[in-house]
């Protein structure tokens, strides 16, 4: 018996592997990438238990926690007039190509580096396909995307609760005290499906952020593409 986990690019769920092994021995972890197209799916068909998704998300039936936000990055070839730069604007490259946007975002950034145009996409997803030949700069006033943990709500136990707890950072003491699920339903507030159904008006958290750093997508966003020499401008 193992407790299932699936996650998109861009999520690097290594720690918590680590403090999950260290705090349960007796449950392996099986942790997978997915394709963000199929995030649901085996969550939903009971093939997986926990998934690190990107959101919206609009379920019912799942319990979502939303986590980290990601920064959006522009991925250019490293010889592109703007691959110096601190951080761009979406003005900045409204008059520049586009390279064609493929499934895998590691073909992505392979027509990047070809010269086809620029691609946008979460810092994290860019940092997973790093290569030397491009580079990733972040924008400015392009819209964020954001992480989340999701789960069945027929599929709340302690064990989901206690994986829960090791990755908002909670101790394995106050992560089994209490029984309450730690979640928000699509539609719901912080705690709510379970404390709804038995104390109408229960309420908590708002769940919108983890505690702390804004973690794994987000994180480093301001140094990628190096030290910038311009801001702006247009390709010659």
Request: net charge neutral.
């Amino acid at each position: 018996m193992s407790l299932r986990l699936r996650y998109v690019a861009g999520v690097s769920p290594a720690k918590w592997l680590r403090a999950w092994a260290d705090r349960r021995p007796d449950l392996p972890l099986e942790a997978t990438r997915v394709n963000e197209d199929s995030q649901l799916v085996e969550v939903r068909a009971g093939d997986a238990d926990l998934a690190f998704v990107r959101l919206p998300v609009d379920d019912d039936e799942l319990h979502v926690i939303p986590l980290w936000e990601e920064v959006a990055v522009a991925v250019l070839p490293k010889d592109h007039a703007f691959a110096d730069a601190e951080s761009l604007a979406l003005a900045d490259l409204a008059d520049e190509p586009r390279a064609p946007e493929q499934e895998d975002p590691a073909m992505t950034i392979e027509l990047v580096a070809a010269g086809t145009g620029w691609a946008m996409m979460p810092h994290g997803v860019a940092r997973l396909h790093h290569r030397r030949d491009v580079v990733a700069v972040p924008v400015a006033d392009a819209p964020t995307t954001r992480i989340a943990l999701v789960w069945r709500v027929a599929r709340d136990d302690e064990d989901i609760q206690e994986f829960v707890g090791v990755v908002r950072g909670r101790t394995a003491r106050s992560s089994r005290s209490g029984g309450q699920a730690d979640a928000t339903g699509s539609g719901g507030d912080a705690r709510a499906d379970r404390r709804a159904r038995d104390a109408r008006g229960a309420g908590g958290g708002s769940g919108r952020t983890s505690h702390g750093r804004r973690g794994a997508g987000a994180g480093g966003a301001r140094r990628a593409g190096g030290q910038g020499r311009r801001k702006g401008g247009k390709r010659r």
